[in-house]
């Protein structure tokens, strides 16, 4: 059977003391906290600075042997883009390089912004940066529901690169849940329904949404079909606010094993 891994998107959230972490907790511990629940975790820091090796290279020490990291893409990389950019993509590669000569390196997440459109240019752009990326494995989130279409799947399969399907709010021209597979891994991610702060919230507020069971039983069928189709699945829920994503997580893991998809 293949393997499914569930965690929440990042772990470093003061908030979580108490929900998550035990009172009193040095933020120190957090990631040892955390590794003691999950064994996957989605790293988001790297999208705002440059990951140092180093730095991976002690969060690698701070968990068991298993323990696996995906980490998303800095934002030179998917968001603000420039003339440096290929520099950009060789730095965060040797970033990363400790996780990869681990074996701990579970996927690079490149996660582009709603403005990222179906263009010529953008297509080109895609396919330069997963050119750049290659031998790594590479997950594709897009926000604007152009892009699913079957050229860009049979374009993602020839680079080997996971179409990240994703529960979101449903508004116009953004994603629906699809179970299509393009690479031999599946990549999904929870961000939440919250309507009302997605275009208006921040990072704190726009995911600030608690799933009911009613809403994770949606996915089991999917995640069946998708199980079927890749080697291994990976759950993520970005719903972070209070630790709602890690209980989102343990409850999303507890319906797996009730319909015998999850060990």
């Not at 999208?47 to 990291?69: K, N, S, V």
């Not at 996971?162 to 991610?189: H, N, Q, W």
Request: hydrophobic share 40%; aromatic share 12%.
């Amino acid at each position: 059977m293949p393997r499914v891994l569930i965690g929440p998107s990042g772990y470093s959230y003061d908030d979580w003391i108490g929900p998550v972490y035990p009172s009193g907790t040095d933020k120190r511990d957090f990631l040892a906290h955390y590794a003691a629940k999950f064994p996957i975790v989605e790293l988001n820091f790297t999208y705002y600075a440059q990951p140092a090796a180093r730095t991976l290279a002690h969060m690698i020490e701070a968990t068991p042997d298993g323990f696996l990291f995906s980490v998303k893409a800095h934002r030179s990389m998917t968001h603000e883009i420039a003339d440096s950019w290929e520099k950009d993509v060789a730095a965060f590669r040797e970033g990363i390089r400790p996780l990869a000569d681990a074996g701990r390196l579970a996927a690079v997440l490149l996660q582009f912004p709603y403005s990222f459109a179906y263009t010529p240019e953008s297509r080109n752009r895609l396919a330069a940066l997963c050119g750049l990326l290659s031998g790594l494995p590479l997950a594709v989130e897009f926000r604007k529901s152009d892009w699913l279409r079957d050229q860009v799947y049979e374009g993602l399969r020839e680079r080997g690169a996971a179409l990240v399907s994703v529960d979101e709010p449903d508004l116009p021209k953004l994603l629906k849940p699809s179970t299509v597979v393009t690479g031999d891994f599946a990549y999904i991610r929870f961000h939440g329904r919250n309507k009302t702060n997605w275009w208006t919230g921040d990072n704190v507020t726009r995911y600030d949404y608690l799933y009911s069971r009613a809403e994770l039983e949606e996915w089991v069928d999917r995640i069946r079909v998708v199980l079927e189709r890749a080697r291994m699945a990976m759950l993520f829920f970005n719903n972070h606010r209070r630790g709602m994503a890690a209980e989102n997580a343990a409850q999303m893991r507890g319906l797996l094993q009730e319909r015998g998809l999850f060990e």
